[in-house]
């Protein structure tokens, strides 16, 4: 099998406990390091899918990388390979397909709820689920491009996720470990204090209050997301 394209715009939010699902699975996989000033590949024939991190940037930012990677999901599109967005990413893959990215009007950091829709696209995702806890770090949220679905939502932000085929863009993070909740706590401390008027943001004393369960809990929905999405890898 051809490796999965995993893409990174920032060294502190790297692919995480996606890398290891992957690896569980015995699925090759292939980091290019953007935030380094690695060059965006340009054949995603070359991949048996994509898959975009988070990162403290905006799409709509002038960054070297920002139309090459939308060109590329794309493409990706085009070709049926199966895209998947955390964050950032998921704001790239709604951006390259005709949706639009704005600052969100509640900024959430920290543990919160998030609903399952209910139409046949989230059940094919999420199968019985109706909703689970995830963890956010987002100032900015994506509307649903043309032909996607949404599929999870919450009280701060209507479009948790959407679906498009093969495709996922999540606004929430499924992808977390406890050791990197804890350091985007400590190198995030400014940005917390400075959102405290929110509703939607947590203190760090808060974000880590039984963060060992909540973890392991979120990993069971990243499992389950990521079984369904790593069934249209390409295998050729």
Known sequence: MKP??????ARSEGPAYFATYLERRAI????????????????????????????????NDELPWVEPMLELVREAV???????????GAQLMAKALGG???????KEIGWGEVQVADNAVAREWFGALDAFESFHWHGEAFSI?????????????????????????????????ETLIRSWCAGGADEIEAAQGSPAVQAPAKIAKNIGARVAALHKVADRIYDRWTEGLSKN
Do not use: Y
Request: proline share 8%; aromatic share 6%.
């Open 4 to 9: 999965v394209a995993i893409f990174r715009f």
């Open 100 to 106: 639009e990215v704005e600052r969100a009007p509640v």
């Open 145 to 177: 491009p043309p032909g996607g679905t949404c599929v999870l939502g919450s009280a701060h932000c209507a479009n948790q996720a959407f679906a498009l085929g093969k495709h996922l863009g999540l606004q929430c993070h499924v992808e977390m470990t």
């Open 28 to 59: 090759p996989w292939k980091l290019f390091a953007l935030d380094g000033g690695g060059a965006v590949p340009k054949d995603v024939r070359r991949f048996s899918g994509l898959a975009c991190m988070g990162g403290p940037m905006s799409v």
């Open 78 to 88: 085009r070709k049926d390979l199966p895209a998947l967005g955390h964050c950032l």
